[in-house]
């Protein structure tokens, strides 16, 4: 016969070192509490392979991260293990971006210079050999050139390429967040395929996108909060079959 602490007596576990491995320290505190898999089974409701699969490390067995992270923090809680220490042993967080100094940024760029047509034909003429008549043919060539786009401005501005095509506009993306506040049944279908049906334990979230339909099947509506697109969102009726079309 199990002798369960009270939460006043039974203090919580540590966290694991970096170096750990999550399924062992899960079993590890398993086992210190004298328990079976069946019984933590029946007294937390997740299902015994889940628990096997989160103490062997088979994050593949879940149908998504939000599952996993779900039943984890769950499995936590039951054995008083800090959830965050073992969840980012499971998906480190991406290193910070190294900065790097851009080749081309604004600071190494010479400021424009706006110079007449006269200082410009100066500036050239300058450059070359006084005595050069090619240079000096340039130099003035160059400042007609100026002086012609200065005085007409717009000669070349209109554009004559063909008009683009108005693109048409993206599909209206709806991004639906579930959580429960106790263990209920639903089943989800996304843009046709139906995504999950089954239980879901009491504080779980789980988070869906569908590019054109979502229908919910929920036995107790009340048991769940919905939000689409991060706005709070309200069930309706439900249709003859008895799923929900979340517009």
């Known amino acids: 016969m199990t002798i369960e602490n009270s939460p006043q007596q039974q203090p919580t576990q540590a966290a694991p070192s970096l170096t750990a ?134 000669r070349n501005a209109k554009d004559t390429s063909p008009a683009v095509p108005a693109a048409l506009e993206p599909l209206q993306q709806k991004d639906l967040v579930l959580v429960s506040r106790r263990e209920t049944w639903i089943k989800v279908t996304v843009d046709g395929d139906t995504r999950f049906e089954g239980r879901v334990p009491s504080g779980s979230k789980q988070e869906w996108k569908a590019r054109k339909s979502l229908h919910l099947h929920v036995l107790n509506p009340q048991d769940i909060d919905l939000s689409v697109n991060n706005t709070p969102y309200e069930l309706g009726k439900p249709d003859s079959t008895g799923e929900y079309r979340i517009e």
């Open 21 to 154: 491995d999550v399924g062992a320290v899960l079993k590890t505190a398993r086992l210190k509490t004298g328990q079976t898999l069946e019984i933590v089974a029946q007294k937390t409701r997740i299902p015994r392979k889940l628990l096997a699969a989160l103490e062997s490390n088979q994050t593949d067995t879940f149908p998504a991260p939000a599952y996993l992270r779900g039943f984890l923090q769950n499995y936590c809680d039951y054995l008083e293990l800090e959830f965050e220490p073992l969840w980012t042993l499971l998906f480190p967080p991406p290193p910070p971006p190294t900065e790097m100094a851009e080749p081309n940024s604004v600071k190494d760029k010479e400021p424009e210079r706006h110079a007449s047509p006269s200082t410009l034909a100066r500036e050239f003429a300058l450059g070359f050999d006084a005595s050069s008549i090619g240079a000096v043919a340039f130099a003035v060539v160059l400042a007609a050139f100026v002086a012609l786009r200065l005085i007409l401005p717009g």
